[in-house]
């Protein structure tokens, strides 16, 4: 599983006139099933992806057509983790 943390190093303004196609580009991964779960972070200084892809590079590819990424709105750190333990309600993603 991966985490992957969003950083604007742009103004919010700037990522502001790419938010729809950004949430277009999320939609459709969703749709692919390559995320899971995704926000903003508070305060808003980025977003935060939740991704059961098989690959930190089958992620990277994925993550290079975000609209964000394209337009160099934002870093993306990626944090890969094996769930261990989760509530019942999460069990789906234990490995």
Known sequence: MFIILLTYIKPL????????????????????????ASGRRVPREGGVILSKLDSKEQ???????????IAGLA?????EFIPSM???EFDNLKE
């Open 13 to 36: 303004e700037e990522v502001d006139s790419y938010l729809e196609a950004h949430v277009e580009y999320l939609k459709e991964q969703y749709s692919k099933n390559n995320f899971i």
């Open 86 to 88: 989760t509530s019942k």
């Open 59 to 69: 992620l990277e590819e994925v993550l290079s057509k975000d609209p964000f990424s």
């Open 75 to 79: 870093k993306y750190e990626i944090i």
